[in-house]
C-alpha cells in the first residue's frame, strides 16, 4: 500500500512534508509508509479517502481508478496570482449563512459545511454552491466556485468573473458575472455566458459585496 501512497502524493503534485502535514504524520513517517517499512494508520487512510478523494478499492487492490470521480476544475488566473501548493478552502452554504454580505463581513462566526483540498491554485477565501444558468454552460447550477473577496471596488479588473451580492428591491440577490465598463457614471455591465440572457447594467452602489472567482469545479459522475 505504500508505493500507492507515494503514487497518490505524485498524482496531487504534493512533496513529502506537504502530504505529511495533510495526514498530521511527520515527514520521516511519511517516507516510512511509502517505503513499506510502516502501515498506513486507520486515521490517515480515512482522511485520504474522505478529504483527498482516493478510492478505497484502489488503495486497498490496486484495482479501478486512484480517485473516485474527477472533479472538472477550471482555474482562473490573473498575472500575479501565486499558485498555494495545498489549501483547504471552506465550503460555505449561502442559505445558513443568510447571503454573501453576512458572510463576508463575520466569515469567523460561520461553521463551513466541509472543506475543499486543491494543490497549486490562487489563495482563496472560500467556496459556494453556484444556483441558476446565467453562466451556462461555463457554469451549471450545482457547481461550486472558489472565490477571493474584493474590498475595494476600485480594484475591479474589467471582463473577469465575479461573484456579487446586489441589492434588488431591498433583497440580496447573488449572481456570477463577468463584470464590463459601462459607458454611464456609476454604472457597471453584468454580462453572462449564457446567450440567453441579456446583458444588465446597474448601479455600482447597488453591489453589497464582491468577490473575484478564481476557480470552478463540477464533479463528473461515478466511473
Not at 67 to 76: G, H, T, V
Not at 150 to 159: C, Q, S, V
Request: hydrophobic letters at 40%; a neutral charge.
Amino acid at each position: 500500500m505504500g508505493d500507492r501512497v507515494k503514487l497518490i502524493r505524485k498524482a496531487l503534485g504534493l512533496t513529502q512534508e506537504q502530504l505529511a502535514q495533510r495526514l498530521g504524520v511527520g515527514k520521516t513517517a511519511l517516507s516510512m509508509i511509502e517505503t513499506g517499512k510502516a502501515r498506513l494508520s486507520t486515521r490517515n487512510r480515512n482522511i485520504l479517502v474522505q478529504e483527498l478523494n482516493v478510492n478505497p478499492d484502489w488503495l486497498e487492490t490496486n484495482k479501478g481508478e486512484m480517485f473516485n470521480a474527477e472533479p472538472n476544475l477550471s482555474s482562473f488566473r490573473l498575472r500575479t496570482d501565486g499558485a498555494v501548493p495545498l489549501q483547504s478552502v471552506p465550503l460555505y452554504s449561502i442559505e445558513a449563512t443568510a447571503g454573501l454580505v453576512p458572510l463576508f463581513e463575520q466569515k469567523t462566526s460561520f461553521t463551513p459545511i466541509n472543506y475543499i483540498h486543491i494543490p497549486n491554485l490562487p489563495k482563496c477565501d472560500g467556496a459556494i454552491y453556484v444556483t441558476g444558468d446565467s453562466m451556462y454552460p461555463l457554469l451549471k447550477s450545482g457547481d461550486i466556485v472558489l472565490y477571493k473577496q474584493l474590498h475595494d471596488l476600485e480594484n475591479i479588473f474589467w471582463g473577469d468573473m465575479y461573484l456579487l451580492s446586489i441589492e434588488v428591491e431591498g433583497e440580496e440577490f447573488v449572481t456570477v458575472k463577468y463584470i464590463q465598463r459601462s459607458e454611464r457614471e456609476g454604472y457597471i455591465r453584468l454580462v453572462s455566458q449564457n446567450p440567453h440572457h441579456a446583458d444588465k447594467e446597474i448601479e455600482l452602489s447597488r453591489v453589497r459585496a464582491i468577490a473575484l472567482v478564481k476557480a470552478s469545479i463540477r464533479m463528473n459522475s461515478m466511473r
